[in-house]
């Protein structure tokens, strides 16, 4: 059998779904090879909480079944997918990697869910995450880190970490996060993969666990951009469950991928080069160099409004976060620690259930929502947030996309920012604008750095102009370097084997 069960060793999510549609390969022996490959890899990785083997077994059965009956599969045909365990998926628990939500079994599936079933993908399981999705580097988890594949001494990022990991890894070849502050586009650009936040509206949130509920989106991680844009595809459009969902036609997007960037307005982002470490601002440059190269109008500009966006975003999101995880009281979901009047278990509930960065995240909204602060903290942020949408605004009068750094540094290693906060927020920096804007932005694997990890490279593109941004990512991977993008060749061996490099 060759490699993921699929004729020509196809590990694409094109590739498989081809393989699978045409009944080169089955579904069944699809997922049997992943599940095999996870079980060998994730010992060390720990990208995943819950491997659902038996249920991804039954439904590739049934597709195959399908597939011998002449009806159509669906696109994602057979191909094995990895859940963040913030969204919720019937009957398998949804930790959110939070000892609150430790055994709650959701009742019902996400949106997002629904519809990879729908397309015929196989959900094999729910990954690793910092708690409640707060944290750059998935070291906030409840239940341990997850590693990066590149080198496991280092983070994967975050807080996407575990999804990002098993796509760099080979394990699966989509995954989904979320992205409130970042937490798909940092762990891609650690893990040397393509992660997509899509326009704020663009993907139903109905199913995932609110960390912050006005910055909040799904989007997909691959290796590739197109295969990252037949994730989205899968998932994207109205979804009447979700009141900030946008009622649209979702674009053919594939068709943009060849488009070519002649004539495109790429804008680099001045303001974030003297903030990063060279390889970072670097590889932003050498991209702009690239896309000139392939026929864009490329120039600078000055966005300084976007510097401001990460302390409004420490504002916003933990008062948005506050509201939200006010739900976990002991009585409508997961852990409850008895005490003999309610007041006294909800208390112990949270302090047993919470973790610490969640805990300070609470008490910072509390604290910036409250009568006497409001103004001076919610307020003041909520108006550096319009001025971030509308400096955005100016810019996307004379550019199509933009272009920035993704991350201030390469994957950091385990342990390097958890002693101060600060230095850990300061990880999100670039990406949290985009947040705050509702924008699409996406990284793409574009150089290694010094450590010879990947970098990553940030394209943004105004609301609902996905496709710019995939024209430009799209000629941004043909034109990277070789061997800065996953899957990571990792031996099928345990502890230490992890770090032999990259490969196409
Ligand atoms: N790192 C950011 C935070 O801790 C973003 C998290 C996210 O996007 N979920 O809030």
């Excluded at 590889?283 to 190269?293: I, K, M, N, P, T």
């Excluded at 942020?381 to 996309?401: H, I, K, M, N, P």
């Excluded at 990406?431 to 804007?437: E, G, I, K, M, T």
């Amino acid at each position: 059998m060759s490699e993921r069960g699929a004729p020509g060793g196809a590990t694409s999510v094109r590739g498989i779904a081809a393989a699978v549609r045409s009944r080169e390969a089955t579904a069944s022996s699809v997922v049997e090879e992943t599940l095999e490959r996870i079980s060998a890899m994730d010992g060390e990785l720990h990208c995943f909480h819950t491997v659902m083997a038996k249920e991804a077994l039954a439904s590739a059965r049934a597709l195959d079944a399908t597939i011998a009956a002449g009806r159509d599969p669906g696109p994602l045909a057979g191909v094995p997918v990895a859940l963040k365990d913030n969204i919720c998926t019937k009957g398998t628990t949804t930790s959110c990697s939070s000892k609150i939500l430790e055994n709650w079994v959701p009742p019902y599936d996400a949106t997002v869910v629904e519809r990879l079933r729908d397309a015929g993908a196989v959900v094999v399981g729910k990954t690793n995450l910092d708690e409640f999705a707060m944290g750059s580097s998935t070291e906030n988890s409840a239940f341990g880190p997850t590693r990066n594949p590149w080198d496991a001494s280092r983070v994967p990022g975050g807080s996407s970490g575990g999804s990002a990991a098993a796509v760099a890894a080979g394990l699966v070849p989509l995954a989904y996060g979320s992205d409130t502050g970042g937490s798909i586009r940092q762990p891609a650009s650690f893990c040397g993969i393509v992660g997509l936040k899509p326009t704020y509206g663009g993907v139903s949130r109905y199913g995932l666990v609110a960390f912050a509920s006005s910055l909040d989106q799904i989007g997909p991680f691959a290796c590739t951009v197109e295969d990252a844009t037949l994730g989205l595809l899968a998932v994207a459009g109205h979804d009447p469950r979700d009141s900030t969902s946008i009622d649209r036609e979702v674009e053919p997007l594939l068709d943009s991928l060849g488009g070519g960037v002649g004539g495109l307005r790429v804008g680099l982002i001045e303001e974030f080069a003297a903030d990063v470490a060279p390889s970072c601002s670097g590889a932003a440059r050498a991209a702009a160099d690239a896309l000139a190269a392939a026929g864009a109008k490329v120039g600078e500009v000055s966005i300084p409004e976007v510097r401001h966006g990460l302390p409004a975003y420490y504002v916003i999101a933990p008062a948005e976060a506050s509201s939200n995880l006010a739900r976990y009281d002991g009585v409508r979901y997961g852990l409850r620690v008895d005490a003999g009047d309610a007041r006294t278990m909800n208390l112990r509930t949270r302090g047993a259930g919470f973790g610490a960065e969640v805990r300070r995240r609470i008490m910072i909204g509390t604290y910036a929502l409250s009568a006497g602060y409001y103004d001076a903290y919610y307020g003041q942020a909520q108006r550096v947030r319009t001025l971030v949408v509308r400096a955005f605004e100016r810019a996307y009068e004379d550019f199509d996309v933009l272009l920035a750094p993704m991350t201030p540094s390469e994957a950091f290693e385990l342990g390097a920012k958890t002693a101060n906060p600060l230095d850990m927020y300061v990880s999100d920096l670039c990406a949290v604008p985009s947040n705050l804007a509702g924008h699409p932005a996406m990284s793409v694997p574009f150089a290694l750095g010094e450590s010879g990890l990947p970098v990553g490279v940030q394209v943004l593109a105004p609301a609902l102009r996905e496709a710019a941004m995939l024209r430009a990512a799209a000629a941004l991977e043909a034109a990277a370097p070789p061997g800065v993008r996953g899957p990571v060749k990792l031996a099928a061996a345990p502890a230490g084997a992890a770090s032999d490099g990259g490969g196409e």
